[in-house]
């Protein structure tokens, strides 16, 4: 087999990691500001200590191209909560 095929299929996995914990990152992310907003103070610790604490983790037991894609799809998160949401057809009626 050669090397080259080696060497994409190596690319291709760095490239499939970093997407996976960027979407991870994102879906991490909503689920943590969805709940956080409708929770208790004490469910709003939980879940704050937890984030951080997997970010943590990840930085530290990952690499630092897998990191930054999880603290990008978080980010992205965190951007994609405080848009204007759309009325539902509900609200219009009313």
């Known amino acids: 087999m050669p090397p080259v095929i080696g060497e ?13 914990f960027l979407v991870f990152g994102l879906g991490a992310g909503r689920f943590v500001l969805d709940n956080f907003k409708a929770s208790a103070w004490q469910v709003q610790i ?29 980010g992205a998160a965190y951007f994609m909560s405080m848009l204007p949401t759309k009325a539902t057809d509900d609200t219009k009626k009313k």
């Open 46 to 74: 939980a879940l704050a200590l937890g984030f951080f604490g997997l970010l943590i983790a990840l930085t530290n037991f990952s690499t630092a191209g897998s990191a930054g894609a999880f603290a990008l799809g978080a």
């Open 8 to 20: 994409v299929t190596h690319f291709l996995g760095f490239l499939l990691r970093a997407l996976g």
